[in-house]
């Protein structure tokens, strides 16, 4: 197969991703990265407290800040490129990944198929996660690994991966042990000639750029996992049971492609001696799921680094199979991981949780046209949980927004309840303790909420009216809903009817035919009533 044809099917497939999935899946899309790169480009924006205790690095957000800068000095920096471009690198580098593991399988058209029919990847593959880079990254090092020769061009991603994110060290440490035992250079010649150098270089520049953007002295892996593992801060954001990844996080992040994987595990468990590669993946593998499952606060992206090992060994397994199966039961297989992959790929990246991405659009569309009576920009409050929506990056407007934060228990405070728990007890009591209610003026200018609170704030909402809503999800808890609703505050001279119970019926069930001062006549229905009292 032509290899250029290859690599541009790859970065076909993930650009398209760019525009299907349109999609919310976790806060740190934006906020460990767009928000990071938009505060250092245009000098606002806003920084979780990750970026405050120094947890994270500021490779990747620098990388998008350029990005950021390059649009600007072409005059092309408005919210929609802000978003669309950085997702777009990241295709790039997902499409190369691609494009490394074809290579790496031997080119094998299994391993193409896998990779690009996998719904998680394409789903992933060009978001501004860190484990997105991470796991491009990986596969890229993978593809250079000396499995059967000599080489250290792998070290070189390898170790960035570490330094972006420590955990990935759990891959690769039994992998450099790997590379130590089947190697025909010493031990010390490789560590102290070839991975200590390596490992220094960019110790420096990842140590320099994150000193430099901090403003002290910082290793940012050491600091991620003081407060990580050392302190658990992670659980404070959710836990599973230890179990979680082998019987949920990774067969639901592979999908149906976990069949071939699954029986790709079994063969090589029976015979493992004929497969060294597989395994040592397969042993790879469990030690970082094990590490992995020690830690309270799961997620399914946190497995996304382990997807290219899976796939390796699914891929060997179904073209030792093909071999001997017959063509109709090739197409069979082929159709059933396609369309095992399209059904989640495509509710997940077009219909599921797509309010909170479509809401920051029109929240856009907001900030550029809206003033107030006082002609005074919008002011949005966002009551919905912590870090729901984007930020800055997707609305590019210097304007006043305040949400509910959730910062961890940092200080180790007894009873800890970070402000939007807060908020969730009892909505009217803080929105009195927090929010000017007089002059009218002092309100925000707009209110964002998930659909179920609008019904315990009204009170609060009888100075707004409902402007906007946005389609959201089925699936839905105590703080989401299906829907999200913007409000916009009432203008001098607007009626409040908006939010009165008596006129929440439709005003046309109605229709007012004559009026005169000896009598009134009119059309009702039967949800309509009113009395000719009301006009006297």
Request: hydrophobic share 45%; net charge neutral.
């Amino acid at each position: 197969m032509n290899l250029l044809f290859v690599f541009f099917l790859c970065f076909a497939v993930r650009v398209a991703s760019v525009f299907i999935v349109k999609t919310f899946y976790v806060p740190d899309e934006y906020w460990q990265s767009l928000e990071v790169a938009h505060k250092i480009t245009f000098g606002y924006g806003y920084l979780t407290w990750e970026w405050v205790y120094g947890i994270r690095s500021y490779v990747y957000p620098m990388l998008i800040a350029g990005v950021y800068k390059l649009l600007a000095l072409l005059r092309l920096d408005t919210a929609q490129w802000l978003v669309i471009v950085p997702r777009i690198l990241q295709a790039t580098l997902s499409a190369y990944s691609d494009y490394r593991f074809f290579i790496w399988t031997g080119k094998k058209k299994w391993g193409l198929f896998l990779t690009i029919a996998s719904w998680f990847w394409f789903y992933m593959g060009s978001r501004t996660l860190s484990n997105t880079l991470e796991s491009s990254l990986t596969t890229i090092a993978l593809s250079f690994f000396p499995w059967y020769g000599e080489g250290i061009a792998y070290l070189w991603p390898a170790i960035l991966c570490c330094f972006l994110r420590p955990t990935a060290a759990i891959i690769w440490l039994p992998l450099v042990f790997y590379h130590l035992r089947k190697s025909k250079i010493s031990w010390t010649n490789l560590i102290f000639k070839r991975y200590l150098v390596i490992s220094l270089t960019v110790a420096a520049v990842v140590i320099g750029i994150d000193s430099y953007m901090h403003g002290r002295f910082l290793v940012t892996p050491y600091e991620f996992l003081k407060y990580n593992i050392f302190q658990n801060i992670g659980n404070f954001y959710g836990s599973h049971p230890w179990y979680w990844y082998f019987t949920v996080g990774l067969p639901t992040v592979l999908g149906i492609n976990f069949l071939p994987f699954l029986f790709g595990t079994i063969e090589t468990i029976r015979k493992h001696e004929s497969y060294p590669v597989r395994k040592y993946l397969l042993v790879t593998i469990v030690l970082a799921l094990a590490v992995l499952s020690a830690v309270e606060h799961k997620e399914f992206r946190f497995v996304t680094v382990l997807m290219p090992l899976c796939f390796y060994i699914a891929t060997d397994t179904l073209t030792r199979w093909s071999y001997k199966a017959s063509s109709l039961v090739l197409w069979i297989v082929a159709i059933l991981i396609v369309v095992g992959n399209a059904i989640p790929a495509w509710y997940l990246s077009t219909v599921h949780q797509r309010g909170p991405i479509d809401v920051m659009a029109k929240l856009g569309d907001i900030a550029v046209e809206y003033r107030s009576s006082e002609n005074r920009p919008v002011n949005i409050l966002f009551l919905m949980p912590c870090h729901s929506t984007p930020y800055y990056s997707h609305i590019h407007q210097n304007v006043s927004m305040r949400f509910l934060t959730c910062e961890p228990n940092l200080k180790q405070l007894p009873d800890y309840k970070d402000e939007a728990d807060l908020f969730f007890e009892s909505p009217i009591h803080w929105l009195r303790s927090h929010i000017p209610s007089y002059p009218r003026s002092a309100k925000p200018s707009h209110v964002v909420l998930y659909e179920p609170l609008a019904k315990t704030i009204n009170d609060f909402l009888v100075d707004y009216k409902q402007v906007c809503t946005i389609e959201n999800a089925e699936y839905i808890n105590s703080r989401t809903g299906k829907h999200i609703l913007v409000y916009q505050r009432l203008r001098d001279g607007e009626d409040n009817k908006f939010n009165r119970d008596e006129f929440k019926r439709d005003a046309t069930a109605a229709r007012l035919v004559e009026f005169d001062d000896d009598h009134l006549s009119y059309y009702q229905d039967d949800e309509f009533e009113t009395d000719r009292n009301l006009f006297n």
